[in-house]
């Protein structure tokens, strides 16, 4: 996430010609937008970065319910 807050913030440092980004090529943000394309796309899911929020979300959600249940039990 930090990528394309890096990304935007550069677009708009480019488009309204702030300090020394007024002189930054375009193709620099093109590139850090291919990468970050390949960073989500290709490596995250290769690492299995993504597969394990999910499985973290879905953990905690499944020690809430049972500490809930066992909450009303009493």
């Known amino acids: ?6 990304i935007l913030s550069l677009c708009l440092l480019r488009y309204f010609e ?15 937008m291919a990468l970050a ?16 929020k999910a499985h973290d979300e879905d953990e905690k959600r499944r020690k ?5 249940s066992f909450d009303k039990r009493k």
């Not at 996430?1 to 890096?6: K, N």
């Not at 702030?18 to 850090?32: K, T």
């Not at 394309?37 to 993504?50: A, K």
């Open 18 to 32: 702030i300090w020394r980004f007024a002189a930054l090529s375009w193709w620099w943000i093109v590139g850090l």
């Open 64 to 68: 809430d319910r049972v500490k809930q």
């Open 37 to 52: 394309f390949i960073w989500f796309e290709f490596i995250e899911p290769m690492l299995g970065l993504d597969k394990r």
């Open 1 to 6: 996430m930090p990528i394309i807050l890096v």
